[in-house]
């Protein structure tokens, strides 16, 4: 999923990609956040997966 | 259309004094690792009265299966360990409104899953350890 950005910032983060593939920006984007911030976050993504799933008469995410 | 609920699921559960533990991914969240998932872990405290607290607030507010995926109420994780066992390795998180929980910590939360050894489990790990390297540089959370 794409980074939070701190209200008033337009732009995700830049990514900073480690050896393993993590990209460190992401993690910084949300360790910025307080932990409710974060459970609001993935609650919005996952929303937004929910509403494209329902648009194409999938079911529920298992 | 169906809503992802975790915060007010939290938040009910706390309100009504349940005392539980959130673990699995949802944990690892609270901690800051940019992950998603679709369930809500808790370990519960096994005793009567709390079973009946936990109870109360599942069947009034229909929360233990939703086209989410399931609010999984947990006895035990990680090889048996229930409540007591795993509460020590907590930290409480503040939410809105001064309520807190208690969140599996997140060095904890990668012993599981390495433990575990489940594909789905190991596959999360680089950035749970990630996370865990990244917040050890940081003040503790604001939250």
Not at chain 2, 27 to 47: E, K, M
Not at chain 2, 80 to 103: D, H, I, K, N, S
């Amino acid at each position: 999923m794409s980074g939070p950005s701190p209200a008033g910032e337009s732009r995700p983060p830049e990514p900073d990609v480690d050896a393993n593939g993590v990209d460190r920006a992401q993690i910084r984007a949300m360790l910025a956040l307080t932990p409710e911030e974060r459970l609001r976050h993935v609650e919005e993504f996952v929303e937004a997966a929910l509403e494209i799933r329902e648009l194409n008469g999938t079911g529920p995410i298992r | 259309m169906a809503r992802a609920r975790f915060a007010e699921i939290l938040r009910l559960l706390a309100t009504e004094e349940v005392e539980f533990l959130v673990v699995g991914m949802t944990a690892g969240i609270l901690h800051g690792a940019p992950v998603t998932t679709v369930d809500l872990d808790v370990v519960h405290r096994r005793t009567p009265d709390n079973v009946a607290r936990l109870l109360r607030v599942l069947s009034g507010h229909q929360i233990l299966t939703t086209s989410l995926g399931d609010r999984d109420c947990l006895g035990s994780i990680d090889q048996g360990r229930g409540y007591e066992e795993l509460v020590a390795q907590t930290e409480e998180m503040r939410l809105a409104g001064g309520l807190a929980v208690r969140v599996l910590g997140l060095a904890a939360l990668i012993d599981a899953k390495e433990r575990s050894g489940r594909p789905k489990d190991l596959a999360a790990l680089p950035v749970l350890r990630a996370t865990l390297e990244e917040k050890s540089r940081r003040p503790p959370d604001r939250g």
